[in-house]
Structure formats: structure tokens, C-alpha cells
């Protein structure tokens, strides 16, 4: 069984509060700096084997 929610039909006031929420955790996340450490390491790993690239590897840098 698959749940397909459609974003249209979420009530304005639920995503405010899922969008509150959610930023709350990822600042809690990051407020713990062994977490913030490992992403920096690995945000470094990833530029170092492909530094033309952006976002999750998808946008390249554009040309100079």
C-alpha cells in the first residue's frame, strides 16, 4: 500500500505548521556540532570529487 498525498489539497494552515516543524528539527540537527561536523566533511567530500557541480550534484556552476 502507497500513499499519494497531493499538495494542492493540503489546507493552507497544515503546511505552515509541517514547513514550522520541519525547520525547527533541521536547526535542532545542526545545533548539535558533532552533526554539523559530519556535514561539513562531507559537503567538502562532495566539492572535492566535482567541484563544476551545485545542489546534490545537479546544477553545474555556470561558465565564466
Request: overall charge negative; charged content about 35%.
Given at each position: 500500500?502507497?500513499?499519494h498525498i497531493k499538495p494542492e489539497e493540503v489546507p493552507d494552515h497544515v503546511m505552515k505548521y509541517l514547513a514550522?516543524?520541519?525547520l525547527?528539527?533541521?536547526r535542532r540537527f545542526y545545533?548539535?556540532?558533532e552533526n554539523r561536523e559530519r556535514?561539513?566533511?562531507?559537503k567538502s567530500?562532495?566539492?572535492a570529487k566535482s567541484?563544476?557541480?551545485g545542489l546534490q550534484g545537479q546544477i553545474k556552476a555556470m561558465p565564466e
Open positions: 500500500m502507497s500513499l514550522r516543524d520541519t525547527a528539527a533541521i545545533a548539535v556540532p556535514f561539513e566533511k562531507w567530500e562532495r566539492d567541484p563544476e557541480t
